[in-house]
């Protein structure tokens, strides 16, 4: 596990949003393995799957792309998440979660209940 490194004075005083991004990147990126664009060019499409995680595409010094690998979800994993957030959306009160984003402008109309998707995404098909 990586060591924390504190957060230098000049991010302190930014926004939040600054602050996120000062953290992702010197946990994420700056720790990150890289590749070259050479190497990039002989790598097979198996070799790309079987990265442990984004890595930096370097030509030089400079970081010119950033190489995700997709990974496949756990179907049984997906099912349950997906289980699990259908239970909370019949809690919700939609007329109360309109009301809460009032405040940051006009509310979607779009009906996105489980119901809704299912029948749009039937009428695709």
Known sequence: MKSFR????????????????????????????????????????????????PTAVKSGSRTGGLLIPLKSSDPDRLAAVLTRAEELARARDPAADDAALAAYGPV??????????????????
């Open 6 to 53: 504190p957060i230098p004075p000049i991010v302190i005083g930014e926004s939040v949003a600054g602050v996120v991004a000062f953290c992702y990147m010197s946990m994420y990126v700056s720790g990150m393995a890289s590749i070259g664009i050479r190497e990039l060019q002989k790598i097979s499409g198996e070799s790309i799957g079987a990265l442990p995680g």
């Open 108 to 125: 979607d109309p779009v009906d996105w209940s489980v119901e809704a998707v299912r029948a749009l995404t039937a009428k695709r098909t």
